[in-house]
């Protein structure tokens, strides 16, 4: 399993061996950021050219479907699998993943202009950083806020299951509203989470697939909380 223990320092560590815990650390976390801001390039890229490839009719084929759950799957395979993948394998199938979720994205092109698309990208890139900055940065413990935004987060899937059948505008408006404070909440919590997670002992396998998972729990993040944006505030064609 991998090892999750908050990176407290132990009685008698010397000032030398926690200056070289925070410079790990440092590593550590900008490896997660490297990883999950090449997923997003990836998404954007991978949305961008189905876009111009694609027609409308997209929307309304059954192999809607099927760009939809695939993604669901895959990330469902790596966080079943994550502790008996090798480094390079689950990085792989995490870029895999993004260029996955970028293809089903790539229907809001079809449905928003482009130009408020890259307004609210901006915007969401903006507010995740300060989010992100604020979890990674801040002495409140935030673990105690990890079952109230699960809750949320499962308030949220299953609301959007139900209006893909009702179509309402207003419940739409509202899940839109709760999932911003959902997942800008869940990204300072697992901010702090994976920061919690580095451990100065790991091995390198050890240390790249909790690098890995981080850069994946941060994407997801992000891209719901670019979504839910663009759902309240994107310029419809």
């Not at 202009?113 to 609210?120: D, G, N």
């Not at 451990?199 to 719901?224: H, P, Q, T, W």
């Amino acid at each position: 399993m991998l090892n999750t223990d908050q990176n407290a320092a132990a009685p008698g560590v010397s000032a030398s061996g926690a200056a070289a815990i925070d410079v790990g650390l440092r590593a550590f976390m900008l490896r997660v950021y490297n990883y999950m801001a090449a997923g997003v390039g990836l998404t954007g890229v991978a949305a961008f050219l189905t876009y111009q490839f694609t027609g409308p009719e997209l929307l309304q084929s059954p192999l809607m479907w099927v760009l939809m759950l695939a993604p669901l799957g895959l990330v469902f395979f790596i966080s079943a699998r994550i502790n008996t993948l090798s480094v390079d394998t689950a990085r792989a199938l995490f870029f895999l993943y993004a260029v996955l979720v970028g293809i089903s994205l790539s229907t809001i092109f079809h449905i928003y202009t482009q130009s408020s698309i890259t307004r609210v990208f901006f915007i969401s890139a903006a507010a995740f950083g300060a989010l992100s900055l604020w979890g990674y940065t801040t002495q409140r413990n935030l673990s105690g806020f990890g079952t109230f935004l699960f809750m949320g987060l499962i308030g949220v899937i299953i609301a959007s299951l139900v209006n893909l059948f009702l179509r309402s505008s207003g419940l739409d408006w509202v899940i839109s509203v709760i999932g911003v404070g959902v997942f800008a909440g869940l990204t300072a919590y697992d901010t702090q989470r994976i920061k919690g997670m580095y451990y100065s002992g790991d091995e390198v396998a050890s240390a790249g697939r909790k690098a890995v998972m981080g850069a994946l729990s941060l994407y997801l993040n992000f891209i719901n909380l670019f979504m839910m944006i663009l759902r309240l505030t994107g310029g419809r064609r």
